[in-house]
């Protein structure tokens, strides 16, 4: 009657064990969101991120060119604080047919007296314009050195998928170049 | 099974129960680790506040006339900081450690001596928070976290020692509530009365026991965040760097998916007190028990997804957007029902307006304004103009000050006679509740005009068409900051003495808590009871 009422207390060992659980798998969601959240970005182009690696010709999905469309494409590019270089698209603006592949470059220039390292991100707007547009080369695939005062050209060559929505007739790459992380990895 | 009962203390009077300081470093008593919670909420809401009072009297005028903006920026992050973490959420605790066990008929909390850890790993970590203030005073580091409280990254990547200092604290107070959580879970599992289902429970353990579980779901995930920044900050990792693979968005949906669920932690205790004071004040039974609780966790549930609508502006897919909004907006039914509830437990009830239910009125009042604006807030076309504006602080403000804190002091006046066995003074309580009122509406509403009008959020200085406007909301925060002095004297005032309170204290209590003497007696219930639910 008396002691039978009350739980015994090893009935608390479980369930806390069970809770402690619950929050370790949700400290591991945490981290799991890193790889998770890149992979959906890739995939839907949340944040106009664009795919990190290069295609090969052979596995861009069949599609002929449409020349009856047309599309704008323009290229800005930032300099982000820290990297001392001037860099700026040598074609702002140019127009392409859905499927046709294209070259276009950027000059760069370290307007310092050292070596420097950059990275560039590239992003699309609209974002949803973003897993159309296919990277076959990019010099933002790995980071670039300039010697001081050196300039380069530097080259990107996409295409646009021929299944991208008609609503977009106008799409945007941007590309931020930073300064390189100081430890890649 | 009427009367169970269990020889909880074999050694009897507590002959060898050490006192003086020892006997608070090393209670397991819940009702001292409650006392214990309450008046460290109580000191940090004085740190806290005496920080964003600074803060006012530096936006009383434009320009610079007080401080530095670096200064500046460390107030207001750690006032947030201090706030949620060392006032809103201790106090919960507190209010969870003294009530749920006399509220299920329980002897104690099911883990009493995490209980006691828990609570003390708090001063520790509010010192780690403040600390950095007074290192820059000998030429330490450059002061606080300065960030705000949201500790975005890249910022927060390059910020001074305050940022490390802040993740720590972040660590170890994400550990006490864990903890404190386990324990409340456990207590409420397993330890009702005989008799008490977990549909009649009392709504104030149904509120804790949804807040627990939203603690042990998204606090790890901002401890997974800030460790990311972390090791962004010492060990050469990219989380957060756009230039090494990362995403400094990432870390805004890793910090909101903890920091929305965390509005409603902060907030759902208190809805769980609230039908229990207006049940007492129109002496008439709660509405709507089995709906709030469906609402509660309709609301835990909900506030697990729509996380985004803090960053509806930074550049997120229109599909993704349409869908934060509408499960924002949503959210708005559960809330309605307890809203509904609330109006119907007082609709035709014989209502007297004790300082708790002064409280509770003047609580369901603004925290509708709450409410309404943050409707506003989530329209993602609206959102667009009013997104880091004072139209946010304001919002929030109307949340978080009468939605939490003022939904505390009601807790507070309801129960301090049950825990003291003293009532404390109606005429300085309702001064209190009007001064509080008053001011409160002073200092905000004005704000929710500057934002309308354009002025942006966390700036120490501003263009000169919002002097007006935020002389008079400094005006209102030093008469709201100096009225809490009042609930501070007439705490202490009730703990020293006063009229005797009755076990039952108001005329129309109900519920288990009300059985025992006020105060309870060491061991809440020595003799278990059983739940005529």
């Given at each position: 009657m008396s002691e039978a009422a009350l739980p015994p207390p090893r009935r608390h060992g479980r369930l806390v064990v069970r809770l402690l659980l619950l929050a370790a798998v949700f400290f591991g969601f945490g981290f799991a969101l890193v790889p998770l959240y890149d992979t959906l970005c890739a995939a839907i182009g949340f944040n106009g991120k664009t795919l990190k690696d290069a295609i090969a010709a052979k596995d861009l999905p069949p599609s002929v060119v449409n020349y009856q469309r047309k599309l704008g494409v323009q290229f800005t590019s930032t300099l982000m604080p820290g990297l001392p270089w001037e860099i700026r698209p040598l074609e702002p603006a140019i127009e392409i047919h859905p499927g046709e592949l294209r070259t276009t470059r950027f000059l760069v220039r370290n307007l310092s007296d050292q070596t420097i390292v950059g990275q560039a991100v590239p992003s699309v707007t609209p974002t949803v314009a973003a897993r159309h547009f296919r990277k076959l080369d990019c010099f933002c695939f790995k980071q670039q050195t300039l010697a001081p005062g050196e300039s380069r050209e530097m080259a990107l060559t996409f295409i646009v998928d021929g299944d991208i929505g008609d609503e977009i007739s106008e799409l945007t790459l941007a590309y931020a170049f930073f300064p390189a992380p100081k430890d890649p990895g | 099974m009427n009367t169970a009962t269990h020889a909880l203390d074999p050694h009897g009077a507590h002959a060898a129960a050490p006192t003086g300081i020892l006997r608070w470093l090393t209670t397991t008593n819940h009702k001292d680790i409650g006392t214990m919670y309450m008046t460290f909420s109580l000191l940090m809401f004085f740190v806290g506040g005496a920080m964003i009072l600074a803060v006012r009297a530096e936006l009383f005028q434009p320009g610079l006339q007080l401080m530095k903006p670096e200064f500046f920026n460390q107030l207001i992050g750690v006032h947030a900081l201090v706030m949620i973490f060392a006032a809103l959420m201790p106090a919960a605790t507190g209010f969870a450690n003294w009530m749920i066990p006399l509220m299920i008929g329980a002897p104690d909390m099911a883990l009493p001596r995490l209980n006691n850890w828990g609570f003390w790993l708090l001063p520790p970590a509010a010192i780690l928070l403040t600390l950095p203030f007074v290192l820059a005073l000998f030429g330490i580091g450059d002061g606080a976290v300065a960030t705000g409280w949201t500790l975005y990254a890249p910022l927060s990547v390059q910020g001074g020692i305050g940022v490390d200092f802040a993740i720590f604290a972040i660590h170890i107070l994400g550990v006490s509530s864990i903890m404190g959580s386990i324990n409340i879970i456990a207590t409420i599992l397993n330890m009702r009365a005989p008799g008490m289902t977990l549909m009649q429970m009392p709504l104030?353990?149904?509120?804790?026991?949804?807040?627990?579980?939203?603690?042990?779901?998204?606090?790890?995930?901002?401890?997974?965040?800030?460790?990311?920044?972390?090791?962004?900050?010492?060990?050469?990792?990219?989380?957060?760097?756009?230039?090494?693979?990362?995403?400094?968005?990432?870390?805004?949906?890793?910090?909101?998916?903890?920091?929305?669920?965390?509005?409603?932690?902060?907030?759902?205790?208190?809805?769980?007190?609230?039908?229990?004071?207006?049940?007492?004040?129109?002496?008439?039974?709660?509405?709507g028990h089995t709906a709030q609780v469906w609402s509660f966790i309709a609301i835990g549930v909900l506030g697990l997804v729509v996380w985004a609508h803090h960053f509806l502006t930074a550049g997120l897919p229109v599909p993704a957007l349409l869908y934060f909004m509408y499960s924002t907006m949503s959210i708005s039914l559960p809330l309605a029902v307890l809203f509904f509830c609330w109006i119907a437990t007082m609709w035709r009830g014989a209502m007297s307006f004790e300082t708790p239910m002064l409280f509770a009125v003047g609580f369901i009042v603004l925290f509708g304004i709450a409410g309404l604006t943050g409707l506003v807030l989530a329209d993602v076309a609206a959102d667009a103009q009013y997104h880091h504006s004072y139209f946010v602080v304001a919002h929030f403000h109307y949340a978080l000050f009468t939605g939490g804190i003022m939904g505390v002091m009601t807790g507070v006046y309801y129960w301090l006679p049950k825990w003291t066995g003293h009532m404390y003074s109606e005429k300085l309580g309702k001064l209190h509740f009007w001064l509080t009122v008053v001011s409160f509406n002073l200092t905000f509403m004005p704000q929710f005009f500057l934002g309308l009008a354009g002025m942006p959020r966390r700036i120490p200085d501003y263009a000169l068409q919002f002097a007006e406007f935020n002389a008079i909301s400094t005006v209102g925060s030093f008469i709201l900051g100096l009225s809490q002095l009042i609930f501070a004297y007439n705490i202490w005032r009730c703990v020293k003495g006063g009229e005797k309170a009755s076990d039952a204290v108001w005329e129309g209590t109900s519920g288990l808590e009300w059985e025992l003497s006020s105060p309870p007696p060491h061991h809440s219930w020595e003799t278990q009871p059983v739940s005529k639910a």
């Open positions: - | 104030f353990c149904w509120g804790w026991l949804v807040t627990a579980v939203l603690l042990i779901i998204t606090l790890p995930v901002l401890a997974g965040g800030v460790t990311m920044l972390l090791t962004d900050r010492h060990f050469g990792t990219h989380f957060f760097d756009a230039a090494g693979g990362g995403d400094p968005i990432l870390f805004q949906h890793l910090f909101w998916f903890f920091g929305h669920p965390e509005v409603y932690i902060l907030l759902l205790p208190v809805w769980g007190l609230m039908p229990h004071v207006l049940s007492t004040f129109t002496r008439k039974p709660t509405y």
